[in-house]
Nanobody, 122 residues
């Protein structure tokens, strides 16, 4: 299973960016998708998650500014980021909780995509 993220970049405060992540490979189901971020010198934190039914969760710091949505048909998740500020500067990573089949058994595992840099200048 691979998660391929894209969409990072350099923007000014107040501007918007949209991150995309597509899952590929051999899997039974994608249960949950989300985005994490890690700023320099800080621990990785969850930004937003979305389950297969569309239920979402957001970090308090991004509520009202970021929107996560997914397209189950193409196994993709997106993060629309509006009103960006310098505190949003971080490496953003796509995450998926994916069920795979090995033989006659199912296993649910965490998968991570490569990070994409988001830099917000003041």
């Amino acid at each position: 299973v691979q998660l391929q993220a894209s969409g990072g970049g350099l923007v000014q405060a107040g501007e918007s960016l949209k991150l995309s992540c597509a899952a590929s490979g051999d899997f039974f189901s994608i249960n949950e998708l989300g985005w994490y971020r890690q700023a320099p010198g800080k621990q990785r934190e969850v930004v937003a998650t979305i389950n297969r039914y569309g239920g979402t969760n957001y970090a308090d710091s991004v509520k009202g500014r970021f929107t996560i949505f997914r397209n189950n048909a193409n196994n993709a998740v997106y993060l629309q980021m509006n009103s960006l500020n310098v505190e949003d500067t971080a490496v953003y990573s796509c995450w998926g909780l994916v069920t795979i089949r090995t033989g006659d058994q199912l296993h649910t595992l965490d998968y991570w995509g490569q990070g994409t840099q988001v830099t917000v200048s003041s």
